[in-house]
């Protein structure tokens, strides 16, 4: 096991930056996850660790040893990847042997150690079976069993469960939590699912178009999104967003007859901003205190059950807004409601630089 550090580390292909530079430390047995969208930059940052892509500025070191210059091989890292990249003329067996032949180990130590990874892995049953004859679950175990018999410093995942459907996906997720959880080594995981990331990782570095975003604990991203991209990325359903204005009495939300208190110490000076409410973090009340100010009548306009819950589109004062509640019983389409707002969940951003109003700024 080690810890991973990236001073500085860029990426440019000519005129294109792919990743702008950026420092991350990776403590010993950390599991960090690289989430963002589409070309944002989280494979090519797996791949300079890896050593299958050079790097362009900074310095890269693994157990406080500078890499930049070794080879794959020699670095420590052992790769998880999205298609499996299995020899399927090979049986299971061989297909995790096969590292450890090319390193010349002993036949006695190869037997040892892929039978150990395949108890780890409950894979005992399948050892003489090739891949075509295996399920996508099995194949990416065997992936992942083929990774850990290297006994590597550094274990890195691209999308490694991007392929397998959405029950084998939760399963597998929970397999590679345990067994991060026994073996303890430092994992680097590239992902554009945040369910994924959220579960998973101990730190979570979202990058958007090749830039950090920000960097913190799933609580941390959730909770105290640092901008309006990373504030929309990570939820599901994303978080609402509203235009607003200043007004004398709260925030006008532009083009709806819907104004909001202000939310103590957020935005204070600004004029205009850009309010975000999670669907979560708005009730449906039966019969709402008319006194409270956060209390709005509202109207489904499109109710859809998802199983334990619920999502209802209402219409509030001309706005819209997304809302998640209990899925045992709900108000239906047409209905006349009034809801909640949590004032201590309303985040703000400034609509031009997409960064998060400081509610410190009391
Ligand atoms: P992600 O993994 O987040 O989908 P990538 O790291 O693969 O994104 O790509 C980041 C950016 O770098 C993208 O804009 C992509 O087009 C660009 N890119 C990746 N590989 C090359 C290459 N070999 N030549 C030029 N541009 C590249």
Known sequence: MASVTLNQIGKSYGAVTAVEEFDLEIADGEFLVLLGPSGCGKSTTLRMIAGLESITTGELSIGG???????????GVAMVFQNY??????????????????QKMPKAEIEKRVNDVSDLLGLNDYLMRKPAALSGGQRQRVAIGRAIVRTPEVFLFDEPLSNLDAKLRVKMRMELQELHKRIGVTSIYVTHDQVEAMTLADRIVILNGGKVAQIGTPRDVYDNPETEFVAGFIGSPAMNFLSAEAAQDGWKITGTDLTLPRPQGLGDACEVATLGIRPEHIEVLEDGDASDPWVFKAMVKLDELLGADALLNLSVHGQELLVRVDGTDFPQAGAKVRIRIDPNRVHGFDPATGLALSRASI
């Open 65 to 75: 040893v500078r890499v930049n210059e070794t080879d794959p091989k020699d670095r």
């Open 85 to 102: 990249a299995l020899y399927p003329h090979k049986t299971v067996f061989d297909n995790m042997a096969m590292g450890l032949k090319l």
